[in-house]
């Protein structure tokens, strides 16, 4: 995308916060010192969501891969050069490590399952969570059934 980006990272401690905005500030300064430009780089400020269940887990990885060509950069995700979908789905080499991830590994026994796998996770037109629950959800602090967002809100957000 052209003014944020999208991941999805699993916090083992209670500072996902300082880690993001560590990694803002340092892709920030170094493009900035590349370019020639000075100033804030992304168009909006870190967000999170925690995520319910490995079924909206995976709506939300299929709904960022997908991202560029709903935004209408590219025509086909094979084109869009700044992601990760070539690697996980094709077996093109990254310039970046890559961890991988738990899904991944429980459904693909291989690289060339793995790879079926995620062709048909993000290129399938079959949505059992649409493209438009994710974003709406995205923009939530929880992101899941009614009843997890609930429990969510009642155990951290209501004043006792």
């Known amino acids: 995308m052209s003014n944020h980006y999208h991941i999805i990272a699993t916090a083992t401690e209670e500072n996902l916060h300082r880690a993001m905005q560590y990694l803002n500030s340092r892709v920030a300064v170094r493009f900035n010192k590349h370019t020639g430009r000075s100033g804030h780089l992304w168009g909006d400020r870190y967000r999170s969501c925690i995520i319910d269940t490995d079924e909206y887990y995976l709506a939300c990885v299929r709904y960022i891969y997908r991202n560029p060509k709903r935004a209408g950069m590219v025509s086909d995700l094979e084109e869009f050069a700044h992601s990760s979908f070539n690697f996980w789905a094709f077996g093109k080499r990254m310039d970046v490590f890559l961890v991988e991830d738990h ?20 290129l399938s037109e079959e949505i059992w969570i649409s493209d438009r629950e994710v974003r709406k959800g995205l923009r939530r602090m929880f992101f899941g059934s009614a009843d997890f967002m609930q429990q969510m809100h009642d155990t951290h957000c209501s004043m006792n």
Do not use: A, S
């Not at 899904?103 to 993000?122: A, D, H, M, N, S």
């Open 103 to 122: 899904l991944v590994l429980r459904w693909g026994k291989g690289k060339r399952r793995t790879r079926e796998y995620f062709q048909i996770l993000v």
